[in-house]
């Protein structure tokens, strides 16, 4: 029973059965053979493998829950990583690179009885240039002969090698010490994740699309009175409101339904106060006024919801006041002003009559969704080998850059690393987001992708 806890499960967002947020994130670097697997399996407390070495792109990374001294963490194991399709020194530092990418803080393994070796130099480098606390695991260090070779890894500038023996727990509690030293409490990422209260709504839009109209079509009836909902501490600008059979917090009502209207700065403050509430929520609804023309202040607030990486819903509102001619050019303006948000659910609706107001709630689940969205890096791999087989990138000076391989760094928005053989350009990039959306979805959300060229 007591592993239970300890089934592979992904890091983002991940909630522990008694409900708590979710907890930092440890990945455990190194070159393979130094000991990885057996050091996680030493600190997760299993004897047997933690996973079959299946060489390839197919494997995907795993997390382990762990507790140490009372506190608990993920623990993200390393070993294995495409070794075959990379090469040793690109494996290691795509580990590396992952474990800044995604990971709050990183246990270094050294094999002792080797000796640092130019790969595991080169790693040195990408955690300094990262900022992420490291732990230097000296492992191997099987009785008091092996501290002098621990000693000897002063040199990687990483300051104290802690001296252990993965294979008899000798060192392990010391060095454990150490990680929680280092370790935050929380995940860095605490913001965008589901704490397990109401999902957060910003319902945002230059002034007079409709905001408030729709709130108070949307809250009508439905008004959710605080006090049944166990738990939730009320913000007293948001507003609790139940659509759809499921409770959403709608993110500063208050700003929403002030009429007030300042004089000086207003439109500054009104951007201040659209900024804090998409930094709040997970997801933007974005209204648009259909019965004017689209303008570059109703992009500026798409690329704000799109910049701060939430999910996104656009809403285009006062359906009831188009005509034919309009609606023709409204369309128009969309696939022109709109294109490189095409990806979001769109609904058409009427604040006054009611219009397709059912459809709201669907559309967010659906950004939701795909904010969400995990890609295995199985999958992810299969697919990136096909495209690059299909569609190669360009020459460039007699040279043909390739993506060799991709990791999804994380979710709440989906986040890659794609791992180049040289330089990959802005519109190759966008051709792979392009493709990556074709495959697997993402309706509603950004997605972030990040190329590291290895040389
Ligand atoms: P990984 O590739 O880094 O995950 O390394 P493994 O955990 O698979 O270990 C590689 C080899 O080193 C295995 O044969 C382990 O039994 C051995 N090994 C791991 N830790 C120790 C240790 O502390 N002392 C000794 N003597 N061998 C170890
Ligand atoms: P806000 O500034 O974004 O909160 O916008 P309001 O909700 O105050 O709406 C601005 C004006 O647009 C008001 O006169 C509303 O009655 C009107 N309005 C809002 N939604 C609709 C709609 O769906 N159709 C029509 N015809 N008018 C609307």
Redesign the pocket.
């Known amino acids: 029973a007591a592993q239970e806890g300890f089934e592979p499960e992904e890091v983002e967002g991940a909630i522990d059965e008694a409900g708590h947020g979710p907890l930092p994130v440890l990945a455990v670097v190194g070159r393979p053979n130094v000991g990885k697997s057996t050091l996680v399996n030493r600190i997760i407390g299993r004897r047997e493998a933690v996973v079959e070495d299946k060489p390839g792109v197919t494997r995907d990374r795993v997390t382990y829950e762990a507790e140490w001294a009372g506190r608990r963490f993920k623990i993200v194991d390393t070993g294995g990583w495409e070794q075959d399709v990379l090469g040793i020194d690109a494996s290691v530092a795509a580990q590396a690179e992952y474990a800044i990418e995604a990971a709050d803080a990183v246990v270094f393994v050294v094999d002792s009885t080797v000796g640092a070796t130019d790969t595991d130099t080169a790693v040195v480098r990408l955690l300094r240039k990262a900022g992420k606390p490291v732990v230097l695991c000296a492992n191997k260090v099987d009785g008091p002969s092996g501290e002098a070779d621990a000693t000897a890894l002063w040199s990687l500038g990483l300051g104290e090698p802690h001296p252990v023996s993965s294979l008899h727990g000798r060192g392990t509690g010391d060095m454990l010490d150490a990680v929680l030293e280092a370790l935050p409490e929380a995940p860095a990422q605490t913001f965008g994740t589901a704490l397990g209260g109401p999902r957060r709504i910003a319902l945002i ?1 230059r ?8 709130l108070n079509k949307v809250a009508g009836q439905d008004r959710v009175v605080v006090n049944e909902i166990a738990g939730t501490t009320r913000d007293p600008v948001d507003e609790l409101i139940e659509l759809g059979g499921v409770v959403w917090k709608f993110i500063d009502t208050a700003g ?1 339904r002030r009429r007030v209207h300042l004089q000086e700065g207003a439109d500054y403050y009104a951007s201040l106060r659209t900024a804090a509430a998409v930094e709040k929520a997970e997801v933007a609804v974005v ?1 648009i006024d259909t ?1 004017e023309s689209i303008s570059v202040q109703d992009q500026r607030i798409i690329t704000m919801a799109v910049e701060a990486g939430r999910a996104l819903v656009i809403a285009y ?5 188009l005509d034919e001619e309009r609606r023709y050019y409204l369309e128009r303006e969309i696939e022109t002003e709109l294109a490189q948000v095409a990806w979001a659910p769109r609904v058409n ?5 009611g219009r397709h107001m059912e459809k709201l709630v669907p559309a967010i689940e659906t950004a939701l969704a795909g904010w969400e969205t995990r890609v295995p890096t199985g999958r992810l791999n299969a697919f990136l080998g096909e495209l690059v087989a299909a569609h190669p990138h360009p020459v460039r000076g007699g040279k043909q850059p390739r993506i060799l391989f991709g990791t999804q760094a994380g979710t709440k928005p989906p986040r890659f690393v794609l791992f180049a053989s040289g330089f990959i350009e802005a519109g190759y990039r966008r051709f792979v987001e392009r493709r990556l959306r074709e495959e697997f979805g993402f309706e509603g959300t950004p997605i972030h992708i990040s190329v590291r060229v290895r040389e």
Not at 317 to 321: F, G, L, P, Q, R
Not at 349 to 353: E, G, I, K, Q
Request: aromatic share 4%.
């Open positions: 839009g002034p007079n699309v409709g905001k408030s109209s729709l929403i209204l019965s509102n006062k359906w009831d006041t609706v009427s604040a006054r009559t």
